[in-house]
């Protein structure tokens, strides 16, 4: 080191309390004479008090502006090695590596004294753990002294008060005569009082004397164990010996500046160990019963929450422990500590409180209470329960009794709810309620089992919820006090009168609901809920005359009780009305007048299924719905007014008229047609008038004349259907009644045709021809013919009207019925296949392509017409195949030469075609391209299965081949397209191979040449490559692309057969390619060929070390993170670097895997890995290489270690002294080593 770098060591002596300290060390620090860690790391040690002076903000002043400087060059982030190695100059990882070297050389040398234990007497066994003691008090002084050691000396300090304890127990222990206990003693006495009176132990903390004090008694309350009942005895004097040092420095010592308090981290951290030690010394040696220091747990987790805030929680948590080793077998002492923690949380509520404190508060009131039950003698127990029982009859259960014996502490929460209110904490108020509410409502669930005691909880909760409401009334609470005044009266109506029916409460239920309804006739807050609750009982009354639905299924008393359940809708209606007259009597009208019109309608399901109740349900019904109606002159009450309506007729003449048969299923039919004609005739007559409430009535009569026109229809199609299936019989009535049908639509339609009245006479027409033929031999051919010629019939009718009215549009319906009337014809014979449905298809079809010509909206039905043309060819086709002996694929291969002729077809018709189908070219070339697919696919499908005919199947190819090719033929707009078609024909030639395959030549290809088909690919795919197709007029992408790929195919084709000397021709190939398209990422495929060749001939000469399989593939990555062009450019650094990582972390890797039993090969490559890094100057290689030499070695020493055990522990020692040596060379040279981190690791970055 040269001479100005030198270091000047000075000493200097100075008293650790001066208060000029400091301003010394900021003139040293600004002269530059020291760094600013430096003075941290002697402030660390400094007892000196800081007089804080108040900060003044000086006012702000105009700067004049200078000419900005060049920014300065951003400081480089350090690596993670170098962050790494700085950190370990850090306090904590000092620490960290002083306590871990400590515990080896302990343990170490423990373990090697250990093996020869039974050489010596006990109190030389002891005096190793005192010589150690001894050695580390000494150290703690000797390191206090040195400059840069304060960091060691502490923790040593910390150690050796920490060992003071183990060694009064070690003494205990070992049972040693008095002279060693006394001697051992004295000094560690001694050891004790100077560690405590050391300047980084306490600084310059009173107390002192009393802080060591207390750490001699909690060691000396190790001795004696041996005594019976000693142990319990100690523990509670420690803890008491605690209580009066922690309280009495509590109150000598007030709160310092930053708001901490107690006796300091490592005083407090020591006390805590030697208490801790005792106490599991006494549960898991001695084995006290945990059981018996419930209440010293408790009173040390009240004393930490007393003394210590923040470590409140940590107080809760013995306190909780507390509780719980003694809540079981020692209730006094439990009772003690939930007292104490009560006074803990509301201590807490007090200052700061949360939800959580009010819910520790209410669950430890409630365990209290459990608690003081169990100090009761069980004689007054069982006395106050036998009498408690006698009087309210719960001699079956008796645990309800807690529904009223707890029912004070809801009172008493409430109380706390309320101080809490009144101290303006209203959140904590309200959870206060939530939770007492819980609680109160789970002690009513309770009650429920006995009438006594659920009428004493219901009155008890009533009478609570009304005076809660005086002081402050809230709508939850109004509704909580209104059900629980409902519920009170039924429970005591229940306990005189408990034998009465569902029907009876019903009753009075409903009786309530209409008292409530009546009491909400004005306005307040105790009338709105009483509108809700009446809703409520309506509700339940409904549900308990529920059972007469059972009359819908067969069961149930039949009786009438759902009649008076219409009260309901009465009762609504009449608040609706009333409201509607004077609005300040009644609550939202509008809103009774809707639920009148549910109620109306529940109602229903109640009388419906009793046959003299039913029209008297209905009557009342209609009734009350022209009342709502009249108020409310909606449309929809209208509709269900009419509906009302017609079902009391239908239920009139459901159950007969006097004198007059019963309907049969001809005559409702017959009446229902005459309903659909009525309606509409009622409509016709409303329409003359101008009353708003008589128009609403006449779209109502419409909409039921239509809604029951389209059921009639819907039911005489299914009635038509059976007639086919040969379930029913054609009846004179049906065919009646839909002409009366159909007489109604032309007389609702004749005026004004819509499409919807255009559909219905056709439905109707329909199904008259359906009735009209189901009276002879009803087949199904019969109906589709039929509608067949009425979808060509109207399609006809549709063009003769647009050649007489050209200036006209058609609507749209002319355009829909003949495609429904030839769609359903089509459905009707879809199960019938013979030599004339090709023809029906081919009629549907051509009614399809008539209707798509006549506008341009509709060419889609163009496209569709002519899918059934070739369908129906198809169809031809195929019924004539089925009739001639062959396989069923060989049939496929004539379905795809028919698709083949079509698709020429397309192409030489075209001039015709055009004109006739008004398609433009590309529309009629796109239908070509779609019989080209799917005879293609039809082809290719024949491919896999066997067939006779190759020659026809691979003449169809190749003209669907030569189709594809040429349409690659373009100009260069529509390049891309082009490009598509080439490919599609090459993947037919492709697809095509099963039928080349069986010409000589394929087989010659398929077996002799096999081993040699992916060479001599790779000639064709150079042919390919330079032959110049732009000039023939073909883009030149597709063919250099299948260039790439057919080696490729024909390599993977004879993988089992090929030899070395075959891979290597298509890697050069493959090479070739990449120098002429300047791709350097083609020679990947090489490499992995050249690989793959390498692997084969490895396994020729039957090398298995799996080391020669490994090493090319690491090799190839290395090549690949070598000569790539992209990973050389500066932002793929990082890319780079990992990949030259990961391919000699695998061949270095896998060599420690298969060879750790023998160091010399993992040796050889980490050196060749060392050496490659150092002079190619790569990091990855020297790291690689580093940590593989380092793993070898480390693996070899551990198993010399395992075989050697005295060995082992030998290591152990010398490394536990290393550690030491590190953590201290890291304090003292803390700059030195830090500036050497730095430039080895900005030399690294230089590095690739």
């Given amino acids: 080191m040269s001479s100005t770098n030198r270091l000047l060591k000075i000493e200097i002596n100075l008293n650790s309390y001066h208060p000029e300290l400091l301003s010394g060390l900021d003139i040293w620090l600004r002269l530059g004479l020291i760094s600013d860690a430096q003075v941290r790391q002697i402030c660390r040690e400094l007892v000196c008090s800081v007089v804080l002076q108040q900060k003044t903000i000086p006012a702000q002043q105009e700067i004049a502006t200078v000419e900005t400087l060049p920014a300065l060059p951003a400081t480089k982030k350090p690596t993670v090695l170098a962050r790494m190695l700085q950190s370990l100059g850090a306090e904590l990882s000092v620490r960290w590596l002083l306590f871990l070297g400590m515990f080896l050389v302990v343990l170490s040398s423990g373990v090697l004294a250990a093996s020869q234990w039974e050489k010596f007497p006990p109190s030389f066994q002891y005096g190793v753990l005192l010589a150690y003691t001894s050695s580390f008090s000494g150290l703690t002084f000797w390191a206090g002294r040195q400059p840069n050691l304060s960091l060691t000396s502490r923790t040593l300090l ?155 929680f940590v107080g809760a948590v013995l306190m909780f422990c507390g509780w719980l080793v003694s809540v079981v077998t020692i209730p006094w002492q439990a009772t003690a500590v939930s007292i104490l923690g009560w006074w ?42 036998a009498t408690a029982t006698q009087l309210t009859h719960a001699q079956n259960t008796p645990w309800a009794l807690l ?160 009649l008076i359940w219409l009260i309901t809708p009465m009762t609504l209606t009449g608040i609706a009305s009333l409201g509607f007259k ?59 007014t009419v509906g009302y309506g017609l079902s009391f007729i239908a239920a009139v003449l459901w159950e007969g008229m006097p004198g007059l048969p019963r309907l049969s299923l001809q005559g409702w039919f017959l009446v229902g047609a005459i309903s659909i004609f009525g309606l509409w005739q009622v409509r016709k007559l409303s329409r003359r008038g101008n009353n708003e ?73 329909e199904l008259l021809i359906a009735q009209a033929l189901g009276f002879g031999n009803h087949s199904p051919i019969k ?84 899918v059934g043309v070739s369908i129906s ?11 001639v002996p062959g396989g069923a694929f060989d049939r496929l291969i004539a379905m795809s030469v028919l698709g083949t002729s079509i698709m020429y077809a397309y192409r030489v018709l075209s001039p015709w075609l055009l004109d006739y189908l008004r398609f433009t070219k590309e529309e009629l070339k796109a239908v070509a391209h779609i019989h080209w697919a799917f005879s293609s696919c039809l082809l290719l499908s024949a491919t896999f299965t066997p067939i006779a005919n190759h020659l026809t199947g691979l003449g169809a190819g190749v003209f669907l081949i030569r189709y594809a090719i040429f349409q690659g033929r373009c100009e260069p707009p529509k390049q891309s397209v082009a490009e598509i078609w080439v490919y599609l024909g090459l993947l037919e030639v492709a697809g095509m191979r099963s039928y080349w395959l069986s010409t000589a030549i394929g087989r010659l290809f398929a077996e002799p040449l096999l081993p040699w088909s992916a060479p001599l690919a790779s000639v064709v795919a150079y042919f390919l490559y330079i032959l110049p197709w732009e000039r023939w007029g073909w883009s030149k992408k597709p063919w250099q692309n299948t260039a790439y790929i057919l080696p490729i195919i024909f390599l993977w084709e004879s993988r089992e057969q090929i030899s070395p000397v075959g891979l290597l021709i298509v890697a050069a190939f493959y090479v070739f390619v990449a120098l002429l398209t300047k791709k350097f990422r083609f020679t990947y495929i090489s490499v992995i060929i050249i690989d793959w060749a390498l692997f084969r001939w490895f396994s020729h000469l039957n090398l298995t070390d799996a080391l020669w399989y490994v090493t090319p593939f690491g090799l190839s990555l290395l090549y690949i993170a070598q000569f790539d062009q992209n990973l050389k450019l ?119």
């Fill in 158 to 312: 910390i150690v050796t008060l920490l060992l003071v304890p183990v060694n009064f127990w070690a003494m205990d222990s070992f049972r040693l005569n008095w002279i060693v206990v006394g001697s051992a003693s004295v000094i560690l006495t001694a050891i004790t009082v100077l560690m405590c009176n050391h300047r980084l132990f306490i600084g310059d903390k009173p107390m002192k004397k009393l802080l060591a004090v207390n750490i001699l008694g909690l060691s000396y309350l190790n001795l004696g164990w041996q005594i019976p009942g000693f142990p319990l005895i100690a523990i509670y004097v420690a803890i008491a010996l605690t209580s009066i040092v922690t309280i009495y420095h509590t109150q000598q010592r007030q709160i310092t500046a930053e708001g901490q308090t107690g006796l300091g981290i490592v005083p407090s951290s020591v006390i805590i160990y030697a208490l801790a030690l005792l106490m599991l010394r006494a549960i898991f040696i001695v084995h006290v019963d945990v059981q018996q220091l419930g209440l010293a747990i408790g009173i040390c987790g009240a004393l930490v929450a007393l003394v210590a805030q923040p470590w409140e």
């Fill in 344 to 385: 803990f949380c509301h201590r807490r509520l007090q200052r700061h409180g949360v939800w959580m404190d009010v819910a520790a508060i209410f669950a430890i009131g409630l365990e209290t209470i459990w608690l003081g039950w169990r100090l009761v003698p069980s004689p007054i127990q069982q006395q106050a329960i």
């Fill in 403 to 562: 529904s009223v014996a707890l029912f004070p502490y809801v009172i008493f929460m409430l109380a706390k709810a309320d101080r809490l209110q009144r101290c303006n904490k209203l959140q904590l108020a309200d959870f206060a309620e939530e939770l007492t509410l819980v609680f109160g409502s789970l002690l009513t669930l309770i009650s429920l089992v006995n009438p006594t005691l659920r009428s004493l909880n219901l009155l008890f909760s009533t009478i609570t919820l009304v005076i809660v409401n005086q002081r402050h009334s809230r709508i939850s609470l109004v509704y909580m006090t209104q059900i629980a005044l409902v519920l009170t009266l039924c429970s005591i109506i229940d306990l005189f009168k408990p034998s009465l029916t569902q029907q009876v409460w019903a009753s009075i239920l409903l009786a309530l609901a209409v008292a409530e309804w009546l009491f909400s006739l004005r306005n307040g807050i105790w009338q709105r809920s009483s509108w809700h609750i009446g809703l409520g009982l309506a509700t339940l009354s409904y549900s308990l005359l529920w059972v007469n639905a059972g009359t819908w299924y067969g069961s149930g008393d039949n009786s009438d009780w759902g």
């Fill in 582 to 640: 004077n609005p300040n009597r009644a609550i939202h009208p509008i809103t009774s007048s809707w639920l009148s019109v549910a109620a109306i309608f529940v109602s229903q399901l109640l009388t419906l299924p009793l046959p003299g109740a039913r029209l008297i349900g209905l009557a009342v019904a209609t009734a009350l719905m022209f009342v709502n109606t009249s108020n409310l002159k909606y449309f929809s009450n209208s509709v269900i």
């Fill in 693 to 765: 409430l008589v128009a609403i009535y006449a779209t109502a009569t419409d909409k039921w004349a239509i809604s029951l026109c389209s059921a009639q229809l819907l039911l005489l199609s299914v009635q038509s259907f059976l007639v086919y299936q040969g379930l029913a019989k054609p009846e004179f009535l049906y065919l009646t009644s839909g002409a009366i049908i159909l007489a109604a639509i032309f007389d609702r339609s004749w005026q004004q045709l819509t499409n919807w009245g255009f559909y219905g006479i056709a439905w109707c027409i």
């Fill in 783 to 866: 109906m589709a013919i039929a509608n067949i010629a009425l979808g060509l019939i109207t399609q006809l009718l549709g063009e003769w009207w647009q050649r007489r009215h050209p200036q006209s549009k058609l609507t749209n319906h002319w355009h829909i019925l003949p495609l429904l009337y030839s769609v359903f014809g089509l459905a009707l014979r879809s199960s019938t296949f013979a030599n004339w449905t090709g023809l029906s298809e081919l009629a549907v079809a051509l009614i399809a392509i008539g209707v798509g010509r006549r506008q341009r909206e509709l060419k889609p039905l163009v496209y569709l017409g002519l």
């Fill in 873 to 883: 060819a198809y169809e031809l086709l195929l019924y004539q195949l089925l009739q």
């Fill in 1130 to 1248: 500066p932002k793929n650094k990082d890319s780079r670097h990992f990949l030259r990582l990961l391919g000699s972390s695998v061949i270095c890797g896998l060599a420690i895997i298969f060879h750790q039993d023998t160091a010399l090969i993992p040796g050889i490559f980490s050196l060749i890995a060392i050496f490659a890094g150092l002079a190619l100057r790569v990091r990855a290689f020297l790291y690689v290489g580093v940590a593989t030499f380092f793993i070898t070695s480390v693996y070899h020493l551990v198993v010399l270690s395992l075989r050697y055990a005295f060995l082992k522990w030998i290591v152990g020692l010398l490394v536990g002294i290393v550690l030491i040596a590190i953590a201290a060379k890291f304090e003292t040279r803390r700059e030195q080593l830090n500036s050497l981190i730095r430039n080895t690791t900005q030399d690294l970055e230089t590095w690739e």
